[in-house]
């Protein structure tokens, strides 16, 4: 019996989380984001003073969800070019040529999404100033 409760609270528990992640729709992200490559233990500070063309650059996300303006840098740190995007519940996807998700930026907060690149290395996505 306590083993039936055990798992219908795993599935309640589980079922209520997905349906508090809300899909957004892709206006919601269409814009210019800062991109910045740094490393884990870098702090905010030493981040906002990385101003070198290899750490950072402006990543164009358009309406029609295809990258614009930035996608030779991002292809340069993940390896392989990004051609678009979509949003997911919890973060933005990258896609590349074959239409297939080639990286996932995951929510830390309200305009601020991270993808781990290695164990050092860290890709910041934050929505530039308009």
């Not at 508090?20 to 991109?35: H, K, T, V, Y």
């Not at 910045?36 to 650059?57: A, F, I, M, V, Y």
């Amino acid at each position: 019996m306590a083993w039936l409760m055990a798992v219908t609270l795993m599935m309640t528990g589980a079922t209520s989380m997905a349906s508090s992640l809300r899909l957004e729709e892709p206006s919601a992200f269409a814009g210019r984001w800062q991109a910045t490559l740094t490393g884990h233990s870098d702090t905010p500070e030493t981040r906002s003073l990385q101003d070198k063309p290899s750490n950072t650059c402006l990543v164009e996300l358009a309406p029609n969800q295809t990258l614009g303006e930035g996608t030779e840098c991002l292809a340069a740190w993940l390896g392989e070019a990004p051609i678009g995007w979509f949003p997911e519940p919890d973060g933005i996807s990258i896609t590349g040529k074959e239409g297939s998700k080639i990286a996932f930026f995951s929510r830390q907060r309200d305009g601020i999404y991270t993808k781990a690149l290695s164990a050092e290395l860290l890709i910041t996505l934050e929505r530039a100033a308009q």
